[in-house]
Each structure stands twice: as structure tokens, then as C-alpha cells.
């Protein structure tokens, strides 16, 4: 049940971040996201210590936004949750992934729209 989730689930976030890479930036996260998951995957990794690495990371990545921000700690919390059995760890992660698909959509979107607005002020300037 568990391979079947997370096949699942990798192939939604693989095929969602494919859409989404536009920038060297979202490449970096793209790769680095994987190789975390896979960690976790794998076993090597909680799925708590695979979402704190990823948090880690993406600040280094991107910096900090308000949408990846609310994420996180949405992800920790039920994460801490299902690591203390007060949730099954199958609907907690299904949960954190939903939520990271929304949150990483916004961010992105807000990213572009910034890059835009610098355009546009570089054609006034």
C-alpha cells in the first residue's frame, strides 16, 4: 500500500513540477525535492526529516514566501502528527501533498508576476 501511495503520489508532484520548471531555479528545487523524496522513499529518511530538509532547502533556494512559509508549517505539524500515530501517516501525507501542489503554484505565480513587474519597470526606467 505504502510503494502504491508514494508511487502515486511522485508521479502527481513529478508530473506537476514538470509543468511548473521555467527557471534555473525551479530545476535546482525540481532535483533536489526528488532526491529528498527519495531518500524518504527509500527509508533512509522520516517523512518529518524529508519535510524539514525540504523547507532547508527551498530557503536556500527561493528564499522565504508567505505561501511555502504556511505550507511547511502545515506539513510539519501533521507530519509531527502521524509520527506520534495521532493520524495515520498515509492521509497526512496525502494532505501535506495536496497542500504543497497549491502552495508551490501560488509562489511560482507570484514569482512571475514579479519578474514581470521588473520588466516592466526596467521599460520605464
Known amino acids: ?36 523524496l527519495a531518500r524518504n522513499h527509500s527509508g ?14 527551498y530557503w536556500e533556494i527561493y528564499g522565504g514566501d508567505a505561501y511555502m512559509a504556511g505550507y511547511f ?3 510539519v505539524s501533521l507530519l509531527t502528527s502521524a509520527q506520534r500515530g495521532d493520524i495515520e501517516l498515509q492521509e497526512a501525507q496525502a494532505l501535506v501533498e495536496a497542500k504543497e501542489a497549491e502552495a508551490f503554484a501560488r ?19
Open 44 to 57: 533512509q529518511i522520516t517523512p518529518l526529516e524529508a519535510q524539514l530538509q525540504l523547507k532547508r532547502k
Open 107 to 125: 509562489a511560482s505565480e507570484d514569482r512571475r508576476r514579479l519578474a514581470r513587474l521588473r520588466e516592466l519597470d526596467g521599460d520605464y526606467n
Open 1 to 36: 500500500m505504502r510503494t502504491i501511495l508514494f508511487s502515486v503520489l511522485l508521479f502527481v508532484s513529478i508530473s506537476g513540477c514538470a509543468n511548473m520548471v521555467s527557471e534555473p531555479r525551479d530545476q535546482a528545487w525540481s532535483t533536489v525535492r526528488g532526491e529528498i
Open 73 to 75: 508549517g502545515y506539513a
